[in-house]
C-alpha cells in the first residue's frame, strides 16, 4: 500500500524503526495535550459556550454575543485579562502589526532583544525602507542579539538602565534564523530582570507557533501582551484566518481601538458566520498540535538516521512546533520540499519553485498544499534558498498524514542519488 504513494519498502522499514525510538517523546506530548484540553474544556464550561454563540453579525457586527464568548475562552485559556480575536486580521504579522502601532507613539523606542525579528516585519518597523513604517512615524527601534541561543542578559540590563524602552519585543520561534526557539524559563528570567530596572517597559512577545505546545504561556511569566495567528496552532486547522492579542486590559484595548476606530474597540467587528470555526478549532488545537509535535519528533529522527542535521534532535524538549533539517544543499531542500508537497491533501500536482515573496529579501521556497492558503499548522515546509539550506517543517493536522508526507519526502531524498 505504501507504494502506491511512492513510499519505499527501505523507507517504510527506516520510519518503523525510528518511531520505535520516538514513543517516550510521545507520551510526553500526549501528556500536554491532555493538560491543555483540559483549559479548554473548563474555558467552554465556564463561559457557557452554547449553540446560540454559532449564530453571525454583518455590518457593525454590535452585540455579536458568540464574538465576545470568544474573547472570553481564548483570555481564560492564556490565562489573559483580555484578548482580541478577530477574522479582521489578516495574517499573524498583521495583529503583530496593530500591536506595535498600538504601544508605540512617535519619539518611543523599540528594542527586540531576540536579535532582528521575523522578516515579515522589516518593513513593518523600518529595518526595510517603507514609507508606512514605524521609522516613518518617528517611532526608534534599536536591536540586541542572542549569545549562544540566550538572551544576552549584561546587555539587556545595561541598555534598560541607559534608555527609556516604550516596547521590548521577544520573538520566541526562531523564524528563518539558525537559533533555537526561546523557552519559558528564559523568558521569565529576562523579564524579570527588565521589571526590575524599569516596571513600565511593555513586554510583547510574538508567540507563534508556540501555543499549546508546553502547559503554560508567555503571560504566566510576566509577559504583558502575545500575540499569534489562527492560521497556526490556536485555529486547530479550522479557524479559516484571523490572529490574536492577549494580556493585560489596558494594553488590549488600546489595540482593539487601533484595529477598529477609537471609540469603538472591541464593540464592533462582524464575525460574518466563522464563529463555530474558530471555537471548534480551539477546540481542537491540542490534538493538532500534538499531531504537529509528533510528525516533528518523528522528521528529526529519521532525518539524523540519514545523516542530516537537525534542529531540535527528537529528544530535546521543544518551544515550538517548527523542525529544521539543515541540508547545506540546495538541490536537496528543494527536492524535500516537493515531497511535502506531492504528498499534500491539496495542490498534490503542484511542482513547487523557489520564488520571491512581498515581506522576504531572498528567494523562498514554500510546499503548503493546505485546505487554508498559507495554513502552516497544516503539513508544510518552507525555507529561504540561501545558505545553509534549512527546511522549516511543520504541521499536520493528524499524525498519520504528517507520517505519510514525510515518507514520500524521504523516499524522493534517498532515490535521488
Ligand atoms: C508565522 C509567524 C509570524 C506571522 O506570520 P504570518 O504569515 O503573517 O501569519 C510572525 N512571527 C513568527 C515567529 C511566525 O512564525
Keep these: 500500500m505504501y507504494n502506491s504513494l511512492g513510499i519505499s519498502n527501505e523507507v517504510v522499514k527506516l520510519v518503523d524503526k525510528c518511531e ?69 486580521f489578516i495574517s499573524g504579522t498583521h495583529a503583530l502589526t496593530v500591536c506595535f502601532q498600538a504601544l508605540l507613539r512617535p519619539g518611543d523606542l523599540l528594542l527586540s532583544i ?31 542579539d542572542l549569545v549562544d541561543d540566550d538572551f544576552d542578559y549584561e546587555k539587556v540590563e545595561e541598555y534598560i538602565k541607559n534608555n527609556k524602552v516604550k516596547v521590548v519585543e ?25 521589571k ?29 501582551v502575545i500575540v499569534g495567528s489562527l492560521i497556526k496552532n490556536l485555529g486547530g486547522g479550522i479557524a479559516p484566518n484571523g490572529a490574536y492579542i492577549a494580556g493585560r486590559y489596558d494594553l488590549v484595548e488600546l489595540c482593539a481601538e487601533r484595529l477598529t476606530v477609537p471609540g469603538c ?28 509535535l509528533k510528525t516533528a519528533v518523528l522528521t528529526s529522527r529519521v532525518m539524523e538516521e540519514i545523516g542530516y542535521d537537525v ?39 503542484a511542482v513547487v519553485e523557489a520564488s520571491d515573496m512581498p515581506g522576504y529579501d531572498s528567494k523562498v521556497i514554500m510546499a503548503s498544499g493546505a485546505f487554508t492558503q498559507g495554513s502552516s499548522i497544516e503539513l508544510s515546509c518552507d525555507g529561504p534558498v540561501r545558505e545553509p539550506y534549512i527546511a522549516y517543517m511543520q504541521g499536520a493536522l493528524t499524525y498519520p498524514y504528517g507520517k505519510l508526507g514525510l515518507m514520500h519526502a524521504v523516499t524522493k531524498i534517498l532515490n535521488d542519488k
Design 20 to 88: 520505535e525510538e520516538c514513543l517516550e517523546e510521545f507520551k510526553k506530548i500526549d501528556d500536554a495535550c491532555t493538560f491543555n484540553s483540559l483549559k479548554v474544556l473548563n474555558s467552554f464550561h465556564k463561559n457557557k459556550v452554547s449553540e446560540a454563540h454559532f449564530g453571525m453579525t454583518t455590518g457593525y457586527g454590535y452585540n455579536d454575543i458568540g464574538r465576545d464568548v470568544i474573547e472570553e475562552v481564548f483570555k481564560d485559556v492564556l490565562g489573559a485579562e483580555s484578548a482580541l480575536v478577530r477574522s479582521q
Design 114 to 144: 531576540c536579535g532582528k525579528p521575523y522578516d515579515t516585519l522589516d518593513e513593518v518597523i523600518g529595518i526595510r525602507e517603507n514609507s508606512s513604517s514605524l521609522k516613518s512615524y518617528g517611532v526608534k527601534y534599536d536591536q540586541i
Design 196 to 224: 526590575n530596572i524599569d516596571k513600565d517597559v511593555i513586554i510583547m512577545v510574538d508567540n507563534c507557533y508556540c501555543e499549546f505546545v508546553s502547559e503554560s504561556e508567555p503571560l504566566s511569566v510576566g509577559a504583558d
Design 265 to 292: 474597540g472591541k464593540e464592533v467587528g462582524p464575525s460574518l458566520g466563522i464563529n463555530k470555526q474558530i471555537l471548534q478549532g480551539l477546540f481542537m488545537a491540542p490534538s493538532v498540535v500534538a499531531s504537529a
Design 311 to 349: 534542529e531540535p534532535r527528537y529528544n530535546e524538549e521543544r518551544v515550538d512546533i517548527v523542525q529544521n533539517i539543515i541540508f547545506h544543499n540546495p538541490e536537496k531542500l528543494i527536492l524535500f520540499t516537493r515531497g511535502i508537497q506531492e504528498a499534500s491533501p491539496i495542490d498534490s500536482n
Design 170 to 194: 521577544i520573538q520566541r520561534s526562531k523564524g528563518y534564523s539558525t537559533r533555537k526557539s526561546l523557552g519559558l524559563d528564559k523568558l521569565g528570567k529576562v523579564i524579570k530582570l527588565i
